[in-house]
C-alpha cells in the first residue's frame, strides 16, 4: 500500500524527538543512517518492561515467564521481519558488529591456512575487521573493487572468488552512497565455490522489505535501531547451520539454536522495544499476517523515502560546486545521498547545517573503506543526507538551500 506525504505527516506525531528545536528552528533529523529516532510505542514498550516484567529468564515465577515469553515472540516477530521459517534462526546481541566477530571466531574453526575469504570496497568496518584478522590465521582475504560511480565491478567480483573461497561477505546497501549491491551475482558466486554467503543488512533492513529465504543466505545482520528501535543487533542463520558451529559459550549456555550465540544475558527492555518496532512498522500495511503487513509497510515506505532521496539527489546535482557521490536513483537504491561541496570541508559544512537545525553527517561513517576507494579520505570525506519515513520535503527543501548557501559563498565571485 503506499506511504504518502500525508501518512508521512501522521508518522511524525509518533515520534517524540522530532517536536524539539534548536534556537527556533525545528530540528530535520537527517541523519536517521547513523540511527532513527523511535516513536512512543518503542519507547512504552521499554519502559513498560521495566515497570512489569523485569527478570531474569527461566525462573520458576510470573515475572521471569514474562521475560521468557517476551523473548519468544520477539524472536517470531524478527522472523516475520526477516521472512525467517521460523523464531529458532533468530539471534540477538548487542549490535552487528560483536555478533560479527563472534561469527567470524566459530566459522575461523571451519577454516584451514590458504582458505579466503571475499569482501569488497563497499563494506562498513564492522563486514572487514572480523574477516581481516583471520589473516593472522593463515587465511587469506580478497577485495572485490569498487567504480567511480559508487558500484561494484561485476567481472572483479567474479575474478576474486575461486576455489579456495569459504565465505563471500557482502553489503546489501552502503551506508556511505546508498549503493545497493547484487547480491544475486554474490549468490551466484559463493554457491559456485560452495562457500557460506554472509549479508551485512544493516542499512538495507531499514529501508526495503527483506526475504532471507528469497535471498538464500547462510547469514544475514541486521540492527533494530537503524529501523525505529533500539540498538540491539540481531542475526539470521540458515537452518540447521548455527548449530553444527563450534561457538564460544559459557558451560551453562543452551546448546541449541539461536542461543549459541548469544553470551550472557540479554537486554530484555531493548528488546521488548524490537517486538514494538516490528509492530509499529507493520501497522502501517496491510494484510492478514505480520508478515504480509510488514511487506507492504516496508514496500510502501520505500516508495516514499526514494521518492523524496531522488528529489534531493537530482537537485544537489544541480548546485554550482556541488558532487553527488554514487550510483543515480534509476534502480534499486537506498535513499542516502553523500555529497562534497568544492572548498568547504565536509565537517564545516556539517556545522554551519547544524546550525540550522539540519542534522547531517560529515566523515566516512565507520565505512571508511569505500571512502579511501574513491579518493575522499584525506579530505574530510562526504556530508551525508538519510531519508526515512519520517522526513519531508519541507526539511530536504530547507537543506538544498542552505547547502546552496554554502556552496556559493565558497566559489570565487
Known amino acids: ?76 516477530a524478527m522472523a516475520a521481519f526477516l521472512g525467517a521459517p521460523s523464531w529458532r534462526e533468530i539471534s540477538f546481541g ?13 566459522l575461523a574453526r571451519e577454516m584451514k591456512e590458504g582458505d579466503e575469504i571475499v569482501i569488497t570496497q563497499l563494506e562498513h568496518e564492522a563486514n572487514r575487521a572480523p574477516w581481516l584478522a583471520l589473516q593472522e590465521r593463515g587465511i587469506a582475504v580478497r577485495e572485490v573493487a569498487l567504480r567511480p560511480d559508487g558500484t561494484l ?22 551506508n556511505a552512497l546508498g549503493t545497493v549491491t547484487d547480491v544475486a551475482l554474490a549468490r551466484r558466486l559463493a554457491r559456485q565455490a560452495g562457500a557460506w554467503l554472509l549479508l551485512d543488512a544493516v542499512h538495507y533492513a531499514a529501508h526495503l522489505p527483506l526475504d532471507v529465504q528469497e535471498l538464500d543466505a547462510d547469514f544475514l545482520l541486521c540492527s533494530a535501531y537503524k529501523f525505529y528501535g533500539p540498538h540491539v543487533g540481531i542475526l539470521y542463520t540458515r537452518p540447521g547451520l548455527l548449530a553444527r558451529l563450534p ?34 512498522l507493520a501497522a502501517w500495511g496491510e494484510g492478514e499476517s505480520l508478515r504480509q503487513r510488514i511487506v507492504a509497510a516496508m514496500a510502501g515506505i520505500a516508495a ?20 553527488v557521490w554514487g550510483p543515480d536513483f534509476s534502480g534499486p537504491r537506498a535513499p542516502t545521498v553523500s555529497i562534497t561541496i568544492d572548498g568547504v570541508h565536509p565537517a564545516a559544512a556539517a556545522r554551519r547545517l547544524g546550525e540550522k ?28 543526507t538519510g531519508i526515512v519515513m519520517y522526513n519531508t520535503r519541507e526539511e530536504v527543501d530547507r537543506l538544498l538551500a542552505a547547502v546552496a548557501e554554502i556552496a556559493g559563498s565558497a566559489r570565487p565571485v
Not at 94 to 106: P, V
Not at 251 to 262: D, I, K, L, M
Not at 371 to 380: D, K, Y
Request: hydrophobic fraction near 40%; aromatic fraction near 8%.
Open 247 to 280: 561457538t564460544e559459550r559459557l558451560r551453562t549456555q543452551e546448546e541449541e539454536a539461536p542461543w549459541r550465540f548469544e553470551m550472557g544475558t540479554l537486554n530484555h527492555a531493548a528488546l521488548a522495544g524490537v517486538k514494538a518496532t516490528v509492530e509499529y
Open 153 to 174: 565491478d561485476p567481472e572483479d567480483f567474479a575474478r576474486q572468488v575461486t576455489e579456495r573461497t569459504r565465505l563471500v561477505a557482502v553489503v546489501m546497501a552502503s
Open 1 to 76: 500500500m503506499p506511504f504518502t506525504a500525508a501518512d508521512c505527516e501522521r508518522a511524525r506525531r509518533d515520534f517524540p524527538a522530532l517536536n524539539r528545536t534548536v534556537d527556533g528552528p525545528p530540528l530535520a533529523f537527517l541523519d536517521g543512517p547513523a540511527g532513527t529516532q523511535v516513536p512512543e510505542a518503542v519507547i512504552d514498550a521499554i519502559a513498560g518492561y521495566y515497570r512489569t516484567s523485569n527478570a531474569n529468564t527461566h525462573g520458576e515465577f510470573a515475572t521471569s515467564r514474562a521475560s521468557d515469553r517476551l523473548l519468544h515472540e520477539t524472536r517470531e
Open 357 to 384: 537545525g539540519l542534522q547531517v553527517w560529515d566523515g566516512h561513517f565507520y565505512a571508511l573503506r569505500p571512502i579511501e576507494a574513491l579518493g575522499l579520505a584525506e579530505t574530510g570525506g562526504v556530508i551525508r
Open 304 to 323: 516514499y523515502e526514494h521518492g523524496l532521496g531522488a528529489y534531493y539527489h537530482d537537485a544537489a546535482k544541480r548546485i554550482p560546486g556541488v558532487t
Open 94 to 106: 548487542q549490535n552487528m558488529t560483536t555478533l560479527n566477530f563472534s561469527l567470524s571466531h566459530a
